[in-house]
């Protein structure tokens, strides 16, 4: 199966940055794209930014040109670059992995245990 881990969240003022980090681990499959989700307190949780293998990414309305994914697909590592942070990025910042089992066709999604990035002065 695959393992995935996240890092870098942390307290930052309005306008700050952070940098997040992401690895996913495992010989059963084959990771395609990896991204990043957010859930606050109270909301559903949603979709900040993806990459796929090719590098190709899509980015959420409300953090484009502010944040920007970057992979290394030797390491299968993700990584999210937060500037010009805003309160209303406060959440817990989810890392997704998605693989196709070797030999199969299926996709399957893995999630790390998430890290609390919060906003505020």
């Known amino acids: 199966q695959v393992q995935v881990a996240e890092s870098g969240g942390g307290l930052v003022q309005p306008g700050g940055s952070l940098r997040l980090s992401c690895t996913a681990s495992g010989s059963i499959f084959s990771i395609n794209a990896m991204g990043w989700y957010r859930q606050a307190p109270g909301k559903q949780r949603e979709l900040v930014a993806v990459?796929?293998?090719?590098?190709?990414?899509n980015y959420a309305d409300s953090v484009k040109g502010r944040f920007t994914i970057a992979r290394d697909n030797a390491k299968n590592t993700v990584y999210l670059q937060m500037n010009n942070l805003k309160p209303e990025d406060t959440a817990v910042y989810y890392c997704n992995a998605r693989g196709v089992r070797i030999g199969n066709f299926i996709y399957s999604d893995f999630w790390g245990q998430g890290t609390q990035v919060t906003v505020s002065s």
């Open positions: 990459i796929t293998s090719a590098s190709s990414t």
